[in-house]
C-alpha cells in the first residue's frame, strides 16, 4: 500500500515531504522510544509515535521506514519539519490515538 493511500484513508495531514507519499508501506511499528524503534521496526514500516523533535528523523532514516505518523494532535515543531523536509521523511499527523491510527492499518494492510 503507497503511504498516499494510507493518508487518504486515514485523513492524515501531510507536514512534510510530501513526495514521499509515494513510498510504499509494508507494516507498522508504535512506539515512542527511539532505541526501540531502531533496534526493532522493519525498513517500510510506518512508525507511530508521540514523539516530534528532531531525533526522529535520523531513526526514520537510518531504518529506510516510510513515513512517521504523529499522534494524539501533537505538533511538530518548524525546525523538525524543515530538517524533515530537507532529508526526505515524510511526517503526517493525526488527532486520533496511537491505539486507534495502528488499528485502521492493521485492517488495511492485513
Given at each position: 500500500m503507497k503511504l498516499a493511500d494510507l493518508a487518504e484513508e486515514l485523513s492524515l495531514k501531510v507536514l512534510t515531504y510530501n513526495e514521499g507519499t509515494s513510498r510504499e508501506v509494508s507494516g507498522?511499528?508504535?512506539?515512542?522510544?527511539?532505541?526501540?524503534?531502531?533496534?526493532?521496526?522493519?525498513?517500510?514500516?510506518?512508525?507511530?509515535?508521540?514523539?516530534?523533535?528532531t531525533n526522529i528523523l535520523a531513526v526514520a532514516n537510518l531504518k529506510n521506514l516510510s513515513g512517521i505518523i504523529v499522534v494524539n494532535g501533537r505538533e511538530v515543531d518548524?525546525?523538525?519539519?524543515?530538517?524533515?523536509?530537507?532529508?526526505?521523511?515524510?511526517?503526517?499527523?493525526?488527532?486520533?490515538?496511537?491505539f486507534e491510527v495502528a488499528g485502521k492499518i492493521y485492517k488495511m494492510i492485513m
Amino acid at each position: 500500500m503507497k503511504l498516499a493511500d494510507l493518508a487518504e484513508e486515514l485523513s492524515l495531514k501531510v507536514l512534510t515531504y510530501n513526495e514521499g507519499t509515494s513510498r510504499e508501506v509494508s507494516g507498522c511499528y508504535i512506539s515512542d522510544m527511539l532505541s526501540d524503534v531502531m533496534a526493532n521496526s522493519k525498513k517500510g514500516d510506518i512508525w507511530i509515535t508521540i514523539q516530534a523533535h528532531t531525533n526522529i528523523l535520523a531513526v526514520a532514516n537510518l531504518k529506510n521506514l516510510s513515513g512517521i505518523i504523529v499522534v494524539n494532535g501533537r505538533e511538530v515543531d518548524d525546525e523538525t519539519l524543515k530538517r524533515a523536509g530537507a532529508e526526505k521523511v515524510t511526517i503526517l499527523s493525526s488527532s486520533l490515538s496511537a491505539f486507534e491510527v495502528a488499528g485502521k492499518i492493521y485492517k488495511m494492510i492485513m
